[in-house]
């Protein structure tokens, strides 16, 4: 597409206007040389294809004809659709397009391409069309969860909810996942409707800064957690377990009269998802970026059945290899931080196999737990592939010889709390 064709040969007249200018630097060029200079500049933008540098010219020409009445080329229209077709702008791509094609119809010297650009053009525009109608419902659903959890708030007298604690509001939803990849029964399902009272659950996973104040009260019967080089203050607690959560979370009801626990499965995943009907309360596609997980985990090599969804709702990033301090990215709809990644979390259950006759009242599934009790995290850690992240994926804690699941430890494990309002 050559826009130089449709420039009229005056390089002899542009050359002596150039030698004469130095002499005459107060005058101003006739506004048909500021066209033709305009248009060899363009034409060269567009010829390297630099269709973002080029725009500026489009609108130096139509602002000269709207001054001057100088004519411009037809086909300028065309040029400019297809500049802003390549750079993102479709809608005014599709308004540029239609013009050209209807003004010059088939005897147009880029009728063809203009057709065939605007088809590709409409079938961007209306992929662009529908992602934005979904983050705009996306938002309206944020919005109005939002607006219910103020409310449901607001009914609260002054001083129930705890500092630090945000409230997750009551209602429905559908738990577990269902994944027509999978070829085996996975652990997260069936899916099935649970009913959830409204609770107050802690903002951030505790701290070590909040567990040490505990230790130090009860130090005839708390150690002091390890931590493994990596600092203490609100770096979250690790190599805690759930008899040492269970403590906490008793001299912490004591401590400021009023009841707090761990959370069922089914709250927690309530509260991680907010709402939505991925497994995930962030926006995705899930980065490093958002939260903290491994990210260098490369899904191509070890891509599978049971993990083909991966690639859909995660990008590659990197692996930090160590917890970050809590709140280090953005919240979940809720205000609820770091329930995808940084540490795994601690839940009230013991671990089934699925769902099967679990509890639908949010209450934790206690019993029916086999004589070898395996306890039950979530939520994922620093170290966690992205195949096994989302608010439905649920990992094991296994007893030792020596040692019950409710007092076993990890380095990439610690909790969060939730409050009982009624």
């Not at 027509?180 to 659950?201: L, Q």
Request: proline content about 5%; aromatic content about 10%.
């Amino acid at each position: 597409m050559k826009l130089m064709s449709v420039i009229p040969k005056i390089w002899m007249f542009v050359l002596l206007v150039g030698c004469w200018m130095p002499m005459q630097a107060s005058a101003e060029l006739p506004p048909e040389v500021k066209k033709d200079q305009l248009l060899m500049a363009l034409s060269g933008h567009l010829k390297k294809q630099q269709f973002k540098s080029a725009l500026p010219y489009f609108d130096k020409l139509r602002e000269l004809n709207k001054l001057h009445a100088v004519a411009l080329p037809a086909s300028l229209d065309f040029f400019e659709g297809e500049a802003l077709h390549k750079t993102g702008d479709y809608e005014k791509a599709e308004s540029l397009l239609t013009t050209y094609i209807t003004s010059q119809g088939k005897m147009g010297n880029y009728y063809d391409q203009a057709v065939k650009l605007a088809m590709a053009n409409d079938k961007k525009l209306e992929k662009q069309r529908k992602e934005h109608s979904a983050a705009n419902a996306e938002q309206d659903r944020i919005a109005a969860l939002k607006q219910y959890q103020q409310d449901e708030l607001f009914k609260l007298p002054e001083g129930t909810l705890a500092g630090g604690f945000v409230l997750v509001p009551s209602g429905s939803f559908q738990m577990g996942e269902y994944n027509p990849f999978i070829n085996i029964k996975s652990n997260d399902e069936p899916v099935h409707t649970v009913h959830i009272k409204a609770f107050g659950m802690s903002k951030y996973e505790i701290t070590f800064d909040q567990f040490d104040e505990y230790c130090k009260k009860k130090r005839w019967s708390c150690d002091l957690p390890a931590d493994r080089g990596w600092g203490r203050g609100n770096l979250p607690v690790i190599n805690v377990s759930k008899k040492n959560a269970v403590s906490f979370a008793k001299w912490l009801s004591k401590k400021l009269k009023k009841r707090f626990r761990l959370p069922s499965e089914s709250e927690w995943e309530y509260a991680s998802r907010a709402g939505s009907h991925t497994p995930f309360g962030i926006q995705l596609p899930l980065s490093t970026d958002k939260a903290n997980y491994n990210g260098e985990y490369d899904l191509m090599r070890h891509l599978s059945a049971i993990n083909q969804r991966t690639l859909k709702i995660s990008v590659k990033g990197i692996d930090r290899k160590k917890p970050l301090p809590v709140g280090s990215f953005s919240p979940n709809p809720l205000g609820l931080y770091d329930m995808d990644g940084n540490v795994a979390e601690i839940v009230a259950d013991c671990y089934h196999s699925n769902y099967k006759n679990a509890p639908t009242d949010g209450s934790p599934w206690v019993d029916e737990c086999g004589s070898r009790q395996i306890g039950v995290e979530r939520g994922g850690s620093f170290s966690t592939p992205s195949n096994r992240m989302g608010g439905t994926e649920r990992e094991t804690i296994s007893a030792m010889s020596d040692k019950s699941y409710e007092t076993r430890t990890s380095f990439r494990r610690g909790f969060r709390l939730v409050q009982e309002l009624d």
